[in-house]
């Protein structure tokens, strides 16, 4: 097996001849030394008038002639256990600069000499200087080749672009502790895992707090990139265009990694209409192993490593969650490329599989595990007292108000679901409407009675996506036309009504009472995590089935047929169903009570 040594000359050999071309100024292909080839040839004006001291003005250490063979390869030789480490670090001298823990790759040195060093006693008079050896730390870049590039991939799912104009981010001085979490993981050299994970419900925040992360990493100079998946954007819910979106952001952060990805773009024009494997490895993975065998002096100048990507569970199709997931596993994790990655995504399928199995090792973030009715509270006092101040109405603009009945009763109603709060402040936030007025309307708000105005139109919204994707999802799946829709509300119908007619179903029970297969219920309600909690109890052996819903207003929104519209079931409909099942179920029973499912005790 080569040398990482042989590797790196390898390949700085072939960057140097890629760029060492004739349109771009170049000296002819004759030229014996890499210096040459990487210089303008100088002009007849270029040359000094006294003596020939440009020949002796230093040059760039980045670009100048190959050192001493024997010298390189001390430098570059790796032992086996660095090589365990990262295959693409060059093993630095401690002359040459000192460890940036946070981030293994540095940008290179911009220091040089003065035009005549260690020089003594001399005069030189009547010459005209011009240093045609200015130092050059980096390659020159194609603008050409990016531009079509960046035309190729969509720019809305940055966290600062402007078509996510005012995105949701976490209030100031809320979610603190959170975020302090994760900066501080963010800036541990030493954390086990370079990947975190962010997992909630649906409405938990994990958004606000990618954003807020993002804006924080990207003032601190150490965000390399981000991607805000939708479901509504048709360029954020595709797979393919994450890892291309992301690899632009990390060449306009780092400009010494910058011409490698763009020779990588020149080499292969259909590079974007790749397999994401080969994305990441022809931009990304040869780039820098590139760059690290072209830089050999470096700075304590620290290149950008931090990637946000949000809304795994918004990218288009289960299979491709699972798909993006095990690329950043096989290409970063394994591959131990010099970035850490947060993740953030509901509680669904694909992330809870990848949690449980090759990202076992993540630092996982549970926000369901956070009370965060301070922050709520905090958030929802400071955004009520702006609205009433700007109010003409005099009870909104009135000091005392809101009320701590107002605050404690909205803060009751979200069950820690950020959601809920930012939807009532925005259907408080109308400029025709007193902010007083409104927010009496979302307390008298009554399930099941119609009313003129809906203050929940944008979480009715998310609950009616989240149960359509669920429902798709299945049906695309399996081979019968059963509804989680229908499912869910039997389950709701049934547990509400155990107590009263003394049944208590165990899970095979229950799933024979509804003719569905043995472990189908488990299936049906698994894409429902954000919206549901499931536990199972033993009782004498016998497995039993707990449900409980995150939000309270996940329940009103099911049983209100005005809100929860093409995903209503009616009660008649489901009563009826539940009926014919019981009948048939007891009629099996007295005909044969030995079955296992039935128990006569």
Same mark, same amino acid.
């Given at each position: ?42 002009? =007849?004006? $270029? ?8 020949? #002796? @003005? &230093?040059? +760039?250490?980045?670009?100048? /002639? ?73 390659? =020159?870049? $194609? ?8 035309? #190729? @991939? &969509?720019? +809305?799912?940055?966290?600062? /672009? ?440």
């Amino acid at each position: 097996m080569p040398s990482l040594s042989a590797n790196n000359a390898k390949f700085k050999e072939r960057f140097l001849k890629r760029f060492a071309t004739k349109d771009r100024g170049r000296v002819s292909p004759n030229s014996e030394t890499d210096e040459a080839r990487l210089t303008p040839s100088p002009t =007849p004006s $270029d040359i000094s008038t006294g003596n020939d001291v440009a020949a #002796r @003005i &230093p040059s +760039s250490p980045i670009l100048s /002639s190959p050192p001493n063979v024997a010298t390189e390869e001390k430098k570059l030789d790796v032992s086996r256990a660095q090589q365990d480490g990262n295959p693409y670090q060059v093993p630095p001298s401690q002359d040459h600069y000192r460890s940036i823990p946070s981030s293994p790759f540095m940008a290179p040195s911009t220091s040089h000499g003065s035009f005549f060093n260690n020089s003594k006693r001399f005069v030189i008079n009547n010459a005209t200087f011009i240093n045609n050896s200015v130092p050059k730390t980096r390659l =020159p870049t $194609d603008s050409v080749a990016f531009d079509m590039y960046r035309r #190729r @991939i &969509p720019l +809305s799912a940055m966290h600062d /672009s402007s078509e996510r104009f005012d995105p949701p981010k976490c209030d100031e001085d809320t979610r603190t502790g959170i975020l302090e979490e994760l900066t501080s993981w963010i800036g541990d050299p030493n954390s086990p895992s370079h990947i975190a994970v962010i997992t909630g419900p649906a409405g938990s925040g994990k958004s606000a707090i990618q954003q807020t992360l993002a804006e924080i990493c990207a003032q601190q100079n150490t965000l390399a990139g981000s991607f805000f998946f939708s479901i509504s954007d048709p360029a954020r819910s595709k797979h393919h265009h994450l890892f291309t979106t992301l690899i632009y952001q990390i060449a306009q952060t780092n400009k010494d990694l910058r011409p490698f990805i763009e020779q990588a773009i020149k080499d292969d024009a259909a590079i974007l209409d790749r397999s994401l494997e080969k994305q990441i490895h022809t931009l990304l993975i040869d780039p820098l192993q590139a760059a690290n065998a072209f830089y050999t002096e470096h700075s304590t100048t620290q290149w950008p490593w931090v990637l946000i990507i949000d809304g795994i569970d918004e990218c288009r199709g289960e299979e491709m969650q699972s798909h993006v997931l095990e690329a950043i596993h096989k290409s970063f994790v394994v591959r131990k490329l010099p970035y850490k990655i947060i993740l953030a995504s509901r509680p669904e399928f694909a992330i809870r599989t990848a949690l449980e199995t090759y990202l076992k090792t993540a630092y996982h973030v549970k926000l369901h595990e956070h009370d965060a009715s301070a922050d709520i509270k905090l958030y929802l006092r400071r955004r009520l007292r702006t609205l009433g101040e700007a109010s003409s109405d005099p009870r909104a603009s009135d000091p005392l108000w809101p009320t701590e009945r107002i605050v404690d009763k909205i803060t009751d109603n979200s069950s820690g679901q950020f959601v809920y709060v930012a939807t009532v402040i925005k259907f408080a936030s109308n400029r025709r409407a007193s902010p007083f007025v409104r927010i009496e309307q979302v307390l008298a708000w009554e399930p099941g009675v119609e009313q003129r105005k809906n203050p929940f139109a944008t979480l009715d919204a998310l609950y009616t996506n989240i149960l359509s994707t669920a429902e798709e999802a299945y049906r695309e799946d399996s081979e019968d036309d059963r509804s989680v829709i229908e499912l869910l509300r039997e389950l709701m119908i049934f547990k509400a009504a155990s107590p009263f007619i003394e049944m208590d179903l165990s899970l095979y029970e229950f799933e024979r009472l509804l003719h569905l297969r043995q472990g189908q219920i488990e299936d049906m309600l698994s894409d429902l995590h954000s919206l549901i909690k499931k536990t199972t109890s033993d009782t004498e052996g016998w497995p039993r089935l707990n449900i409980q819903f995150h939000h309270k207003s996940f329940l009103d929104f099911l049983g209100d047929p005005g809100r929860s519209s093409v995903v209503h079931r009616s009660d008649s409909l489901l009563y009826t169903h539940l009926l014919k099942c019981s009948v048939t179920w007891l009629g099996l029973a007295n005909y044969d009570r030995s079955m296992y499912w039935f128990r006569t005790d």
